[in-house]
């Protein structure tokens, strides 16, 4: 990192000194913002999703692979800036909370792609929590690998860096939170009811019922592709999903979300 980018992440981070860290506020597609990071950051949000192709040996963040620029690889965009955030900030994040979520969603070929992760992620094993034979190790920053993702792969290995997201059919899976940590589903796939109105006894039920079961394997929930569009039914879904346990709610609408939980006391 030369000493320019250095001086500009210092800056950001002071200026960020003072923003309260929200423990559900889940930054989608983090990298389409002007600031990838740092506006997350700046509106307090303590988790934030990297979409990643293996071009040569580079992890390039981009949505799609005609997007893809050489310049914005994960360490730049991310690994970097976050490790010198934990530095500045003994050793965490946010001061006022200790879990930071680095969601990375595989787009080309999984196995290819995690093996060159896994090596990218050992050079940052001061910032990333690990799972080895002694256990899990936390550290500033807990990765998650979305996307393609190895499972038997990942299951394998004595030292990882990384935990599995896994879907709602992992839900009841016997592997342990410090490979599937976190259950992700689209909310669409699974509920009808998307803010208009009350939400259906039934659906609310079910909602919990993933929560709790989930909870009581030690792992997060998150869903994706809730409605995003600012309205009075985007926040009505909201506060279920707060109402309900949700870990992380996710969004595109970094200030919107932010306002949302200050409103609620998170």
Known sequence: MTTGVSIILMAAMLAQANVVGLPQAHAHNDYLHDRPLLDAMA?????VEADVFLVGEELCVAHDAPEIRPERTLQRLYLDPLRERAKANDGRIYRDHARFLLLIDIKSAAEPTYRRLHEVLAEYRDLVTSFGPDGRRDRAVLVIISGNRPFELMRS?????????????????????????????HWGRNFTWQGEGPMPDPERQRLRDIVEAAHAKGRLVRFWATPDARSDARETLWKQLLAAGVDLINTDDLEGL?????????
Request: no cysteine; hydrophobic share 40%; glycine share 10%.
């Open 258 to 266: 932010q306002a949302f939980l200050l409103a609620h006391g998170r």
């Open 43 to 47: 509106h307090g949000f303590t988790s």
């Open 157 to 185: 290995q004595p030292v990882r860096y990384a935990g599995y997201d896994g879907r709602l059919a992992d839900l009841q899976s016997d592997a342990p939170a410090e490979l599937v940590a976190m259950i992700s589903d």
